[in-house]
Structures are given as C-alpha cells and as structure tokens.
C-alpha cells in the first residue's frame, strides 16, 4: 500500500507485550536533520506511549545513511539491547548516487537483523523531494518514525 494512502501513524499496537524492561537503541543519520530529528522525536515518544522506559532508550548519531548499517551492527552486537530503530532521509540529487545509497543502506541494516538475531528497523525516507519527507516526518502523511518504533516493538511481541 503506497504511503499516500496509509497514515504513517496509524499503527495498530493492541496485544503488545509489556516492554518496560525493553532497551532500545535509535541510530539516527545527521544528513537533512530537519527530518530525521522530527523522525527521532516521533520514534521516542512512540516508543514511551506504548510503554517503554525512558532511560532503556539510547540514541546514537551517524554522518549519513550509508553510515546507519555500521551504526545498527555496533547497537545491535551488544547483548543488553532488544531491538535498534534506524532512521535516516535519502533525497534525490542530480546522480545516481541516491540509487546506491538505498540500496547499500537496505541491505545493510537487513543483514545486521539476521546476523545478530533481533529486530533492527528500516526507518530511512528515500523521496525525490524535501518536500515528500516533510510529509512523512510528522506531516500529512504521518511520521516514520513512529511507525519504525511501533514495528520494533511488535517485532518484540511476536519473537
Ligand atoms: N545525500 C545523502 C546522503 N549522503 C551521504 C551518505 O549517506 C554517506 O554519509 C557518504 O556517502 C559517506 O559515506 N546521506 C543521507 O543520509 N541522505 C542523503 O540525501
Ligand atoms: C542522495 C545523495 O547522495 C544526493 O544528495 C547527492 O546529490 P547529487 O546526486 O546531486 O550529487
């Protein structure tokens, strides 16, 4: 289902467990940090409405998303963490080189899930505009962050 037709924030999370004990961590890419702080602010709070524990969540930044598989594989390699949450915002240039960032990005942060055997999160916007990530961090689309953060902890309900 494309984005606009589904509320990034509309994430149904009846039936989860209890995450109180959970630890979480959050790597969170520096490039257009307009959005992915509004992606940050959207994982956190999620996360605390559906019950986690402020200080069991750990942030850490990266230059770019390229950067955030390295990031997650470092979170996801220690023991006290349940799940990582990545976020990060790809727009479109002039080259191609959008096209091998999300694709080094995607593969990435999905072998580091499989390699450490717990939910690592695909919280990366990858638009053609400024504009269409506004959109999905915190505007008319809902906000990606919130829908990563709820994604990790129904990942933890069904594990
Ligand atoms: N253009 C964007 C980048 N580029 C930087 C790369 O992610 C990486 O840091 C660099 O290639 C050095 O390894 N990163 C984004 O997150 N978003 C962009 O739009
Ligand atoms: C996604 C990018 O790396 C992009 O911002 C780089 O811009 P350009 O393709 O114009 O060099």
Known sequence: MATALKNLSDNKTSG????????????????????????????????????ATREHIERMNVPGSFELSLG???????????????????????????DFICQACANGITEVGLKYDKPVIFGVLTTETQKQAMDRAGGRHGNKGDEAAATAVKMLSVK
């Open 16 to 51: 989860m467990r209890d995450i109180s004990g959970a630890k979480f961590g959050i790597v969170v890419s520096e490039w257009n940090e307009e959005v992915t702080e509004a992606l940050y602010s959207g994982a956190f709070e999620t996360l605390i409405a559906l019950g």
């Open 72 to 98: 997650a594989q470092w979170m996801a390699k220690r023991n006290d963490i349940d799940a990582v949450i990545t976020l990060g915002c790809v727009i479109q240039g002039e080259t191609r080189h959008f």
